[in-house]
């Protein structure tokens, strides 16, 4: 039979590195003090789709329940922990989580996360444990090619204030935003003022090292809104830098792609092909919904992309024992002495050289024993 779209089979390798993700995060986030959540993986839709959370129905799984309430898979972990724990007490800050999201606007329908939460703390705290937290989890599970990358959303919400735009012209502005298209930007901004247009042309490019802020702390030097941000980014990266962290960029022009994000945001990218191996964010906004005025912040891996540029390694050697249905109590019991192997038994072999020694059952002198060919 066929799969739906986006599902896929897996075997070996790509099985092996995710576990072996998953158990070294678990240890990463337990010694870091998170305490592990989980959440159904069957929601209300409600909870992703609120005025507050703004999340997109039709890009998610769903179905009517008996009750005519409409139900998802969940297509996303920070919105369904802070349901989880809006009621718990505020002394504990940092959850951590792992388990799948669910979403048909992926390349897959299926996409495997390990992610922290950190919520009630101090704001730059957060941010910086977040960050530190991926830094150390990376550098365990052996990726070290990769670059981090600091925005914020405040800026581009900053900067078309005046312009007083409904909510559907701002979703357009910042969908172009968000695509890089200076061309788009301009055209619909072709009625507004000049300058505002320019400066947001102007800020799509305004992507790079610690220069780039640099130039804007020049360039918005009557603005202290905008130059709070850039010195709390600047922060984040002298942090990063002092924990020899080097390939750090900003992107001034990034737009939030997660209705609920209000503040700083953040990826990591592997150098090798660009993909996005973490992201996240501040988002505050998203306990308004439970009534509580509270930082929040958090991030998300993407195990499938952290296992596929895992390093594979044999860390056991493969061993065979052939045997026959006579003989294969004796094979078995025979593994015990070989602790440090993988041990597979068989009746026949038909490719010798995928193993690193082979063994067989004999008799000899009436009494089985198992020897090394």
Request: contains cysteine; aromatic residues 10%.
């Amino acid at each position: 039979m066929f799969l739906p779209a986006g599902s896929q089979d897996e075997t070996g390798v790509q099985i092996a590195n995710r576990l072996k993700a998953s158990e070294i995060f678990r240890k990463v986030s337990e010694k870091r003090n998170f305490k592990a959540i989980s959440t159904p993986v069957v929601e209300y839709a409600h909870t992703f789709t609120n005025e507050i959370a703004g999340m997109d129905l039709q890009s998610m799984l769903k179905w009517f329940n008996s009750e005519g309430e409409i139900e998802v898979l969940r297509p996303d972990w920070t919105a369904a922990v802070a349901r989880a724990i809006a009621k718990q007490h505020q002394s504990f800050q940092k959850w951590s989580y792992q388990g799948s999201v669910f979403r048909m606007d992926k390349d897959g329908t299926e996409n495997r996360q390990a992610g922290i939460e950190i919520v009630h703390a101090d704001p730059f705290l957060g941010e910086s444990e977040c960050l530190l937290t991926a830094i150390q989890y990376l550098k365990e599970i052996g990726l070290e090619e990769y670059v981090i990358e600091l925005g914020h959303t405040a800026i581009f919400e900053q900067i078309i204030k005046p312009l007083k735009l409904d909510l559907k012209e701002e979703e357009a502005l910042r969908m172009a935003m968000h695509d890089k298209r200076m061309d788009l930007v301009e055209e619909l901004l072709s009625n507004y003022p000049e300058e505002i247009k320019d400066a947001l042309v102007q800020l799509i490019d305004a992507y790079g090292g610690s220069d780039v802020i640099t130039h804007y702390e020049h360039v918005w030097a009557n603005q202290p809104e905008l130059l709070a941000i850039l010195q709390h980014i600047r922060q984040l990266i002298n942090l990063l830098e002092a924990t020899g962290v080097s390939e750090v960029i900003v992107d001034l022009g990034r737009v939030k792609n997660l209705p609920y994000y209000d503040g700083i945001m953040f990826r990591g990218f592997v150098t090798t092909d660009g993909s996005t191996c973490f992201s996240g964010g501040r988002y505050d906004r998203l306990y308004k919904q439970f009534e509580q005025e509270t930082s929040a912040v958090g991030l998300a891996f993407d195990v499938d992309q952290l296992a596929l540029h895992m390093e594979t390694k044999d860390s056991l050697t493969k061993a065979c024992i052939i045997a026959t249905p006579e003989t294969h109590s004796i094979a078995e019991k025979y593994r015990e002495d070989l602790p440090e192997d993988i041990v597979d038994i068989q009746y026949h072999v038909h490719n010798e050289a995928i193993y690193s020694a082979i063994y067989t059952v004999i008799l000899d002198n009436n009494q089985y024993k198992v020897v090394k060919r």
